[in-house]
Structures are given as structure tokens and as C-alpha cells.
């Protein structure tokens, strides 16, 4: 939706056509998945699709809030006991309250918004609307906190008024985005460096499986726990182990009677992921494509089989790339349905499309969408 489409919707909704306007991205990512809350490695990039809201302060203590894709209202106060009954006006909230934990003082303020990022698709919707009230207020009511905090904003959102215990990487993409560049983040030190991602013969291409298996969030939380209840069993030995990032196969190995055979594969996962991101920074450096696309492959039979978070959809797409001669495919974000990222050289392109939608409608009944990535510029005043 376009800065006057938003700003007319907002007229409608509050008689008004002065409030400002901000948007912020979804994103992607070509490796590095699930290491985000054990201190790792991610390489996000923001795309091209996101969220777009129209503001305005009302000098009061209310928030009025329009979904206009839903056609639906939420209104809420701005204490820790308003919490609002609809589900997308929560990230609204949380957001609020989070900032006002930080000790920021945030008013009320009528409000508007829209996206084009697919819901539950794994490209973050959730994460572009936290990031799109974080910026906005922080901008609008001067409140002077850093980008990263922000981002923080949004995840400890995610964390107290979704119950999704997630990493920092969504919500970072989501602000420091940059056109045409993926970022490697390291979630351990917040150290971050932008990589220029044009590589020339490829393109990068999300097949969504248009499914979302129930109970993603709980089982997301599990793998978490399973993590940090690996790394806090290989301290006992290794104290200087703070995360699974700080581990070795051989540390992990020690432990192997120790830990459950569920949270032993979560970790071996991890552990391989980390290295595996390191391998692609250095792949990339040397426009070395064809080892990218290889541990993309890895990085989905980790969470297939020892993160298991994929499913037979997912699995089913990637397979049908990998008969198909793609140079890279895995799944992408979170898992349990949403799309995966393909990397695809130009002359095979359109034939994989065409394969893949075949074969996936020819077995599931519906077709996959598919989304071209175009990388993009971050949180932004429109
Ligand atoms: C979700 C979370 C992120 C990250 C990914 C998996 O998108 O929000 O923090 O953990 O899953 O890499």
C-alpha cells in the first residue's frame, strides 16, 4: 500500500489528513537459522514487502488503532492491565509497554495500518509492524533510544504479550535493513557488516508452501529450551560456554549421556549451523555461489531431521529444487510451514517455477505462491 492509499484510509477512519507515516520491512535470510537465541550467527536482509501505518498523537491516554486489511478496531489504554483482546493489536501494545519499561514516556495516538508481507509465511510480518511502532514513536515522541534497543523493543514484545521466546534477528533486519546488501549479524556482540548481494547469474526466490502447521510457537519455545538446557549442561565443564555458539561437536559429545537425545540433535544442529554460516561469509567473499547454495542445502537437512523443524510440505519443495539442479534451497525463518529460499541460476529459473508449482499443486491440491527477493532498505519516515 502506497503512503496516499493509508493516508486516505486514515482520513475515512479519523477525519483527518495529517498524521505521519512509516514503514518498515519483512525479511529474509540466507543462512543462519535458529542460532539467533544460542548467541550465533544470522545473514537476514529486509525485503521489499512490510507494513506501512499512518500516526498521529490524540493528547490522550488511548490508542485507536485500524487494521485496514482485517477492517477491524482495536482501542486500549496504555497501562500494564489493558491488554487488548485482538491479536495483532497486542504487538501494538507490547510495543508500547515495552517502551515505557525503558522508561520512555508514550501517549495515545490514532492509527492505521496495512502490509503486504504474507502472514505466518516465515518472512516476519510480525516483526515489521513491532518494528514500524517502535521507530514511529521513538521518532515522533523524540525519545532518543538506539536502533538496537528498538529491536529489542519488538523481540522483548514477542516475549511478554505473544509468549514467542524468539532471537533478536527479525526485528534487526526489520531496522537496519540496507537496499541491495545482506547483514551478518553476530547476536552474541551485536557486531554487524553489510554484504553487497547482487550475484550476477542468480536470483533469489521464496516458494511458500501456504501452510502453518498449529502450535508453531510452543514448539519453537521447546527447541529454545533444549538449547539452552545443552549449553548450560556443557558449562558444568566448560564454563566459559555462555551459548551453544561458545561449544564444539567434542564438548557436545561429552555430555551425550547426560542430556536427552532430543536436545543432544537440537544442539549438534546448532553447533553445525554456526559453522555453516561461517563457511557462506567466507563463500561470499568469494562469490563462490555454488558452496552458498550447498550449505543451504545442508542447513535444511539439519532442521529437517536433527532441529525438525520442517515438515513434509517444506520437504517436499526442496526436494523438488534439488532434482531440479538449484544451486541452493532450504527452508527459511522460524519452520513448520512458510516457504523456502531458493537460490536459483537465471537460466533455470523459469523452468523450476513452473516444476515446482506443478508438482506441489499436483500433490497438495493448491498451488505455492512464489515471491521474487528484492533486497531493501529498512524502518524508515515515508
Ligand atoms: C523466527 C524468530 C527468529 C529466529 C528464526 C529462526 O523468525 O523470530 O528470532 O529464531 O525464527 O532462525
Same mark, same amino acid.
Given at each position: 500500500m502506497?503512503? %496516499? ?14 498524521p505521519?507515516?512509516?514503514a518498515?520491512?519483512? +525479511?529474509?535470510n540466507l =543462512? ?16 521489499d514487502?512490510?507494513?506501512i501505518?499512518?500516526? +498521529?498523537?490524540n ?23 489493558d491488554l ?18 525503558? @522508561? ?5 495516538f ?17 516483526a515489521?509492524l ?28 514477542e ?20 537496499k541491495g546488501h ?5 547476536t $552474541?556482540?551485536?557486531?554487524y ?9 542468480y ?7 501456504v ?11 521447546? +527447541?529454545r ?10 558449562? $558444568?565443564?566448560?564454563p !566459559?560456554? $555462555? ?14 549421556? %547426560? =542430556?536427552?537425545? %532430543?536436545?543432544?540433535?537440537?544442539a549438534?544442529?546448532?553447533?553445525e549451523?554456526?559453522?555453516?554460516? +561461517?563457511?557462506v ?6 562469490g ?9 542445502? !545442508? ?8 532441529? /525438525?523443524?520442517?515438515? /513434509?510440505?517444506?520437504?517436499f ?8 539442479g538449484?544451486t ?10 512458510g ?7 537465471? %537460466?533455470?529459473?523459469?523452468?523450476? =517455477? ?10 497438495? @491440491? ?7 527477493v528484492? =533486497?531493501?532498505?529498512?524502518a524508515?519516515?515515508?
Open positions: 502506497t503512503k %496516499e492509499q493509508i493516508l486516505k484510509i486514515y482520513q475515512e477512519k479519523f477525519g483527518n489528513d495529517t505521519e507515516v512509516y518498515s520491512p519483512g +525479511r529474509v =543462512i543462519g537459522e535458529h542460532t539467533d537465541y544460542n548467541g550465533s550467527f544470522v545473514f537476514p536482509g529486509a525485503i514487502k512490510g507494513m501505518a499512518a500516526i +498521529r498523537l493528547g490522550t491516554d488511548k490508542v485507536h488503532a485500524y487494521a485496514a486489511d482485517l477492517d477491524e478496531s482495536s482501542e486500549f489504554g496504555l497501562t500494564e492491565g487488548p483482546k485482538e491479536g495483532w493489536a497486542k504487538y501494538i501494545f507490547g510495543v508500547c509497554r515495552e517502551i515505557i519499561k525503558r @522508561g520512555g514516556e508514550v501517549t495515545g490514532d492509527t492505521v495500518f496495512a502490509g503486504d508481507v504474507p502472514l505466518g509465511a516465515g518472512m516476519s510480518s510480525s515489521a513491532e518494528s514500524t511502532y517502535a521507530y514511529a514513536l521513538n521518532d515522533m515522541l523524540r525519545l532518543g533510544i538506539d536502533k538496537f534497543e528498538l529491536a529489542r523493543v519488538g523481540q522483548s514484545t516475549h511478554n504479550y505473544v509468549g514467542v521466546k524468539c532471537g533478536i534477528m527479525d526485528q534487526f533486519a526489520s531496522l537496519f535493513g540496507k545482506l547483514i551478518r549479524l553476530d $552474541k556482540t551485536m557486531e557488516e553489510y554484504f553487497p548481494f547482487n550475484p550476477q547469474g536470483k533469489l526466490v521464496l516458494l511458500d508452501t501452510v502453518k502447521h498449529e502450535l508453531a510457537s510452543s514448539a519453537y519455545n521447546k +527447541r529450551e533444549s538449547c539452552e538446557h545443552a549449553a548450560a549442561t556443557i558449562a $558444568k565443564r566448560h !566459559e560456554v $555462555k551459548f551453544l555458539r561458545d561449544a564444539t561437536m567434542d564438548m557436545l559429545k561429552e555430555v551425550k549421556g %547426560e =542430556i536427552s537425545e %532430543e536436545d543432544y540433535m537440537r549438534e544442529y546448532v553447533i549451523e554456526t559453522q555453516r554460516v +561461517r563457511d561469509s567466507d563463500a561470499l567473499e568469494r563462490d555461489y555454488k558452496t552458498v547454495g550447498k550449505k543451504m542445502y !545442508e542447513t535444511h537437512h539439519g532442521m529437517s531431521k536433527l532441529y /525438525e523443524v520442517s515438515c /513434509e510440505e517444506l520437504d519443495l526442496n526436494d523438488v529444487a534439488k532434482e531440479h538449484v541452493g534451497s532450504r527452508v527459511m525463518g522460524g519452520g513448520f510451514g516457504c523456502t529460499i531458493n537460490l536459483v541460476k537465471d %537460466e533455470l529459473y523459469d523452468s523450476f =517455477i513452473t516444476d515446482a508449482k506443478r508438482k506441489y499443486n499436483e500433490k497438495y @491440491g493448491h498451488l505455492p505462491k512464489v515471491y521474487d528484492v =533486497i531493501s532498505d529498512g524508515r519516515k515515508l
